[in-house]
């Protein structure tokens, strides 16, 4: 049997070795399960910031997403899903490469995801699968606006990409040479019409594709929306959650307002892209999942942006759309799913088997009605605070335990939150150090420490995992980038 392998040129032997041997074990297992009719296609959709809360179908009553509303009806909704280290460059490389961030590496932002990591796209590509990425990247830390080279695009071949940025109306990317280029206006716009083309085009192909598109908002400046949606928001009408304190409301409002701008503007976007599928006549043999990052406090605990343990920054929306052909029924579902689980389980839904390095867990027999991998439990973990959650402001390492009813959080220095999610879904009652809870606190303290030692992951100090990985980190815990 042959395989077409798609890779980066520069590829060592070793690794393309690897890569090979990846397909022909996959097509092996493949060969002991029922084959699809064809080989789905996969387009995977990452919005920066996106929480979880944000959502008509999540009952916010503000924003306005009609079209991810009509989706999520079509979809397996996790609906108690989770980042495991709610940060852009760590959640990016657990997406890619079903790692956890203490073992890839990447747990602060702007550092390299290594060569020798395999992700989904070169198991896919080895496949014959055509591959594609669109939008932001956040994992090669060779600067921010800089080009990246063929050979560290991880197995990507289509290639319209910058590593970051958020100025989203003069926003650059570059594509296969070192030529900067700009996209048309706002963005997200801009690369949805890109991804439609690409779509139409591998439809006409008959090859299968993977579609990596990653667009920048609602991640804050959240006033950068364009102003056909801003307009559909007045900040003095929106009902904010109970958790927001008085004295940050006037700010609160204010971002609000923009962040559900972003989000409606990525809505029209999203549904741009579900029209596209239908028009090319791939609908029913594409994979689709809508996700997110991380989430944004968004002034809720007076907090903002993401690294936080709280619902609000942790929780993120993972929404699996998938083939008739998979025998898989729409439905909520709230198997505990974490960010290094959707590779694997993607490819497995895919008929391919994983690589022996990846950590996640397969959630293809919990979609078909078998229990849930994760035990009903996942981990939420801070290595190395940074940026605005510093130490100066209340910021720490820590390591949460996020189940369907509880979160439990404990610093390096002992138990830091307790919240039943149920009875208190806007974590307003804090229940670590209550004598009353104390039983709840011991078993939900038994079960993250199990966890920790299947992961080995020994919770150690930020510094400890910074000088084992050789990163040179600034005052305030962040890697110095260049722009």
């Not at 959240?222 to 949606?229: H, I, K, L, N, V």
């Amino acid at each position: 049997m042959t395989f077409l392998l798609r890779l980066p040129r520069a590829l060592d032997l070793a690794r393309i070795i690897l890569i090979a041997a990846l397909a022909s074990t996959s097509h092996a297992a493949a060969a002991d399960r029922p084959a699809p009719a064809a080989k789905p296609n996969i387009l995977l959709i990452i919005a920066d910031q996106w929480r979880a809360q944000a959502f008509g179908f999540a009952g916010d009553p503000n924003v306005k997403t009609p079209h991810l509303d009509k989706f999520e009806r079509e979809c397996v909704n996790f609906t108690q899903a989770v980042s495991g280290m709610p940060v852009c460059t760590p959640a990016r490389a657990s997406l890619l490469t079903g790692q956890r961030p203490l073992t890839h590496g990447l747990f602060i932002n702007d550092v390299p995801l290594r060569s020798e990591a395999v992700t989904i796209a070169e198991v896919l590509g080895a496949e014959g699968y055509d591959t594609g990425c669109i939008g932001k990247w956040h994992v090669d830390g060779h600067g921010r606006s800089n080009f990246i080279p063929r050979e560290r695009r991880q197995g990507f071949t289509y290639w319209k990409v910058l590593e970051c940025t958020h100025a989203y109306n003069n926003s650059a990317y570059y594509a296969d040479g070192p030529e900067k280029l700009k996209w048309d206006g706002y963005d997200a716009i801009a690369q949805t019409r890109d991804a439609q083309q690409y779509i139409e085009s591998e439809a006409k192909s008959g090859k299968p594709f993977l579609l990596w598109l990653a667009w920048g908002p609602p991640h804050n400046p959240y006033e950068t929306a364009p102003q056909r949606y801003k307009d559909r928001y007045d900040e003095a009408k929106l009902q904010l959650r109970p958790n927001v304190p008085k004295e940050v409301e006037a700010r609160t409002r204010k971002d609000l307002a923009g962040y559900y701008a972003h989000c409606t503007a990525l809505d029209d976007c999203f549904g741009e892209l579900m029209a596209t599928l239908q028009r090319a006549g791939i609908a029913d043999n594409t994979i689709v999942v809508f996700t997110a990052d991380h989430g944004d406090m968004l002034g809720s605990h007076a907090l903002i942006r993401k690294q936080k343990p709280y619902e609000e920054s942790a929780r993120v929306p993972m929404l699996f759309r998938l083939p008739n052909q998979l025998g898989i029924k729409p439905r909520r579902v709230e198997g505990t799913i974490n960010t290094e689980d959707v590779m694997p389980t993607l490819l497995r839904l895919a008929g391919s088997q994983p690589p022996r390095e990846v950590e996640g867990l397969d959630f293809t027999g919990y979609l078909r009605g078998g229990a849930d991998p994760s035990g009903g439990a996942a981990v939420v973990q801070c290595a190395a605070p940074f940026g605005e959650f510093t130490r100066a402001v209340g910021g720490r390492e820590y390591r949460a335990l996020r189940t369907k009813r509880y979160t439990y959080a404990r610093e390096l220095s002992g138990p830091w939150l307790l919240f039943d999610n149920e009875r208190d879904p806007y974590q307003l009652d804090n229940l670590v150090g209550k004598p009353e809870h104390a039983a709840l606190l011991a078993k939900l303290e038994a079960e993250l420490q199990k966890k920790l030692a299947a992961a080995h992951d020994e919770f150690r100090p930020a510094a400890d995992y910074i000088a084992k990985w050789g990163y040179k980190v600034n005052a305030t815990g962040t890697m110095p980038y260049t722009q």
